[in-house]
């Protein structure tokens, strides 16, 4: 089973989700309209909408309510609402290569209309059930996370001295606690049983770190046809597993060299990023990540053990399989 | 009564306020820390939580609630969250005398802490009440405004059709909607019944209005002690009521004849610019503004008749006519 495959395998639901996210966004302002429309006919994988039916499936036994299509609409809206603002953030011209609504319309229309599909979400999860507090502090959480997230990375890339706890506590904000909303939130609208509540959540941290390092080794060994020259972190000064795991694997003395050329690299980027990208080949820190991936990747099929078996739980097994195995 | 009287009438409930924006800001983040101290350290006039403090005192007859605190903190916050987003919308450099944040530390940061801001205002008010969906939707409605009422703006000051009734939606959006739910939020808090609740609306529309107004003609006829040079918001190519009036009382030829001048504003800035000021001045588009305005504060001041005499209904009052009287 692929990615198309389990959106035929959601079918109606998944169509709902889509419908839901056209008509949340919709207003009467034309330049509001026709942005939101650029966004959406570049909407890329929708995994965090995709996890989040599957997940409301794999708890109900197949049943999808209303709620659970309002929250994996949700998660969508808050994901692209993020983007839009990271962009901003990062200075991004391109994304899924395709220009930035940055880039073709200015940082004022990327920064304005993040703000609104980020209250589009909110409204989805509000107008979800009766009493919606439950849920609506588990996306404020989210968001709470993703704000933080950025700033420490933000000042990590700054001070250049990022370790492996900071890395995954940026992973977990910037990543897997959307994800986290996401699959909770779904296991939430189906009824599920506190513990099973637990292990939704449990598959949905170690499935966000994973798909995040996946990303974090493809910036140093993927093929440059993702739009990305190898290496692109680094001249930003983010300092990702790989490059941390060559730094365990080379000694001290060996790391602060790097480290300190990490903090001057605007003097010589080019350069330098070619001397780091070979540097983390050379002590093995795709190998480094690539083991922490697939210890997340089992961590997450385990945690689905206690579900019933189903087409769904099947399908969340495969996601955590493609996240591993992805070439972009 | 002035603003400082209103502060030290209010007394033991404003540094409550205080402490629960501080509180709330409060990160591990050493970087969003600075920036918050830094944003604190310039407070303004913290118009919106006087605003809520005093309509939960006049519809309590004194009391104020925790929640009410809560509504009040989250008021002020949602309004720098949007300030930070707006900053980097406009590009502005400064604001209230002082550097942005934006100036100072760039675009990604202003985002970013005006995402954590808006984030920790909405935790405020989940946090307020057991059942919070209703003030949620309240404040839920205001972001959504404000990200719309900007895209307006926007959309309006590209294409130069801007007319009064455009006019009046981006001001109700922009800050009227805020002074809404700062009010609204506190008549709920106090169990005022849906009458009451509907007065304060009333007031803080007609106010907000009234504000926006007022703000919009010191951009014509301040002292440009402010910080800004007369005319700022016509080099953004906003048509604010001062201009909109100028047009009504000259006729339709000499109003093209401006708005192709605008439309064209970037050619010659400053030789536009003082030639629109004194357009606006020689057509009474300030004493149109200024009629506009008392017939909002006179609106704010009668929604306010229902309300039982008391220390908290005057200051209301005494707000309403300082909107209309201050000279920055």
Redesign the interface.
Known sequence: MDIKAIKEYLGVDWLAVQNQIVSSLK?D????NATNDSILSHSGKQLRPMLSLLMAKACSGGMVSDAAIKYAAAAELLHNA?LL?DD????SDKRRGVPTIMSLMG???S??????W???A??LV?DAA????KV??VF?KT??D???G???Q??KA?KGDTDEDDYLRIIYNKTASLFEAACVSAAISSGASEEMVKAAKDYAVALGLAFQIKDDILDYSGTEAVGKPLGADILEQKMTLPLLGAFANAGKEKETEIRVKINDIESHPEEYRNEIVAFVKEYNGLEYAVSRLNSYVEAAVGALSMFPDSEARDSLIELAHFTADRIM
Chains 1, 2 share one sequence.
């Open positions: 207003s302002i034309g330049l509001l993020t603002h901003v953030a990062d200075g940082s004022s229309v920064v304005l209309v993040g703000d609104y980020l209250v589009k909110m409204e509000l009766d009493d919606s507090s609506m502090k404020s968001l709470s993703l704000a933080e950025e700033m420490l933000l000042q700054r």
